[in-house]
């Protein structure tokens, strides 16, 4: 086997080649490439081949395979930022695909306009089997082309009306009418809701959520406790101040993000609040910290799991034959978990 030299003292070894692998075995290029592309060849040919490519520490190029499979085992990840729900969402996944041989790559893109195009022809230029995404709007006129073009594209956590893919969801406006429900039970009335951004299908849904658990009730919340937090902690911190001064300041809030949370939080433990004694908290997205704080908060647990499972079916079946499914809707129910910031209203 011949050696390169990238510079002066430093000498590597050639890569091993489906030829060397042959050469070793014995057998004929074409035996090798049949079994390296799963087809069968006779026991014996197969264990000498498998020992070439132990000896020989050959690595199958799988740029290459590609070319010839129009496969690439890759599959995109594409959010705005890894956040703790992204995060997780994105170990999930990476696990389910790694038992169908795939692996996952992330790419980042703050929402600005830029960023998109360049992450989406970063996916194209890898020319992934599938593209996983947090809906966001104003991603739809620069994903379309890449549907149209055959993409397979799986949306979670948000939605973009109106296009041609696979969606996984989690119940949103469920979830968020149980945990309401649940503070009315309690004898709130004055229940306040810190909400997530209305362009979000998940803002959306989380404060319809708020408003079906009134309805059930047949109660009508105070307009004023309702208040637009666009998922940012600094907005979660400055509500809670705004809220607590009003003449009537509420008995319990909903924060519809863990984000939010936090910020109400760091608020409420700066001004001397007491949870649950003057205050009943409760969140959507069951994070650590909030299961470390004192009292730990009661929350709604995202099925992260639930959901990377879906998607990863998903995505097998329809690269495994794209004609034989139409399009799936999954929504999944989410956990509601019962801490001890909440309390019936004295």
Not at 51 to 77: P, W
Not at 261 to 273: A, H, P
Request: charged share 25%; proline share 5%; aromatic share 6%.
């Amino acid at each position: 086997m011949t050696s390169q030299t990238d510079n002066p003292g430093r000498t590597r070894k050639r890569p091993a080649t489906i030829v060397d692998v042959a050469q070793v075995a014995g057998v004929a290029i074409g035996t090798v490439s049949r079994h390296l592309n799963g087809q069968p060849v006779r026991a014996a040919n197969r264990d000498q081949i498998e020992r070439a490519i132990t000896a020989l520490g050959y690595r199958r190029n799988s740029t290459a395979v590609a070319m010839k499979t129009d496969t690439t085992h890759i599959v995109g990840f594409f959010v705005p930022s890894l956040g703790e729900f992204h995060a997780a969402m994105l170990e999930q996944l990476s696990r389910k695909m790694r038992l169908s041989g795939r692996a996952v790559l992330s790419f980042c893109h703050d929402l600005q306009p830029s960023s998109i195009r360049e992450g989406l022809e970063f996916f194209a230029s890898h020319r992934v089997d599938a593209l996983v995404l947090d809906g966001e709007e104003a991603i739809r006129n620069d994903l379309m082309p890449y549907i149209d073009e055959g993409l397979t594209v799986v949306l979670y956590d948000n939605d973009i009306p109106g296009l041609p893919v696979d969606r996984v969801f989690a119940d949103n406006r469920k979830a968020s009418a149980r945990i309401v429900s649940h503070l009315l039970d309690l004898g709130h009335t004055r229940v306040a809701t810190l909400h997530g951004n209305p362009r979000d299908s998940a803002g959306r849904e989380r404060l319809a959520g708020y408003h079906d658990a009134f309805a059930a009730h047949s109660l009508t919340p105070d307009p004023s406790l309702i208040v637009d937090c666009q998922w940012r902690e600094i907005r979660g911190y400055e509500a809670m101040r705004e809220l607590l001064a009003m003449p009537t300041p509420p008995t319990a809030v909903f924060s519809a993000n863990y984000n939010m949370t936090l910020g109400l939080l760091t608020y409420l433990r700066e001004v001397g609040v007491q949870i649950p004694r003057d205050l009943s908290v409760v969140g959507f997205d069951d994070v650590p910290a909030l299961r470390l704080h004192n009292p730990a908060v009661t929350a709604v647990g995202q099925p992260i799991s639930e959901m990377a499972e879906a998607i990863a079916s998903i995505i097998d079946t329809r690269l495994a034959n794209p004609a034989a499914m139409g399009r799936h809707d999954v929504r999944i129910d989410c956990s509601i978990i019962l801490r001890d910031s909440a309390r019936r209203i004295r």
